[in-house]
């Protein structure tokens, strides 16, 4: 099992900063890649970051390229989202997860665990 908790989320203006940060704990070390998904209320989730543990290559949906920064610190098994320059429409529950699968970490379908979510809210 993988326990996946997420915190940092909150309140901010458009223009500011916030930063996600992903604790991970249980079967961690088979893991092949880790995301963080968001989702606004009435749409689809929808990939925002993805960092591989091995090699550390990041991936980023184009909505957020530029603008946000995924990292990891293998030691403490912890993911960070670094979110600048934020907007509006950057609202959403932001949600980690975690595979174990061979495939494209832009794909959801491929990630076993979920946290929780935690509410990001940009006003105008």
């Known amino acids: 099992q993988v326990q996946l908790v997420e915190s940092g989320g909150g309140l901010v203006q458009a223009g500011g900063s916030l930063r996600l940060s992903c604790a991970v704990s249980?079967?961690?070390?088979?893991?092949?890649?880790m995301g963080w998904f968001r989702q606004a209320p009435g749409k689809e989730r929808e990939f925002v970051a993805a960092?591989?543990?091995?090699?550390?290559?990041?991936y980023y949906a184009d909505s957020v390229k530029g603008r946000f920064t995924i990292s990891r610190d293998n030691g403490k098994n912890t993911v960070l989202l670094q979110m600048n320059s934020l907007k509006p429409e950057d609202t959403a529950v932001y949600y980690c997860?975690?595979?174990?699968?061979?495939?494209?970490?832009?794909?959801?379908?491929?990630?076993?665990?979920w946290g929780q979510g935690t509410q990001v809210t940009v006003s105008s």
């Open positions: 997860a975690a595979s174990f699968r061979i495939g494209t970490p832009l794909n959801r379908l491929i990630y076993d665990y």
């Open positions: 249980g079967r961690t070390f088979s893991s092949t890649a």
């Open positions: 960092i591989r543990w091995s090699g550390g290559s990041t």
